[in-house]
Nanobody, 127 residues
Framework: QVQLVESGGGLVQAGGSLRLSCAASGRTFRTYTMGWFRQAPGKEREFVAA????????NVADSVKGRFTISRDNAKNTLSLQMNSLKPEDTAVYYCAGSTLRLIASEISKPGNYGYWGQGTQVTVSS
């Protein structure tokens, strides 16, 4: 099992940047597919980005493509999300998620395929 703790959220002006981190406990982190999701008030949880166990393959939602970058450091048990050119519509609670499954592209964006979740970190982008 793995426990996940996000950090790095905050308030930023439109056009600014933030870097989210997710610290994972447990020796099995390096075998997990990892993802970032977000949820704005009154909306469903939305896929943002995911990365396979080795870091060799990433998937990014169209809404953030070219602005957000997901990465991982298995030696440090850390998942990161670099967010640039932030927009007010990026405002949400961001969640780190882990899956024991080797997910294919059509599966990687579905929250139900992730069994481990952090508590979330708030990102607010002002206009």
């Amino acid at each position: 099992q793995v426990q996940l703790v996000e950090s790095g959220g905050g308030l930023v002006q439109a056009g600014g940047s933030l870097r989210l981190s997710c610290a994972a406990s447990g020796r099995t982190f390096r075998t997990y597919t990892m993802g970032w999701f977000r949820q704005a008030p009154g909306k469903e949880r939305e896929f943002v980005a995911a990365i396979n166990w080795s870091g060799s393959n990433t998937n990014v939602a169209d809404s953030v493509k070219g602005r957000f970058t997901i990465s991982r450091d298995n030696a440090k048990n850390t998942l990161s999300l670099q967010m640039n050119s932030l927009k007010p519509e990026d405002t949400a609670v961001y969640y780190c998620a882990g899956s024991t499954l080797r997910l294919i592209a059509s599966e990687i964006s579905k929250p139900g395929n992730y069994g481990y979740w952090g508590q979330g970190t708030q990102v607010t982008v002002s206009s």
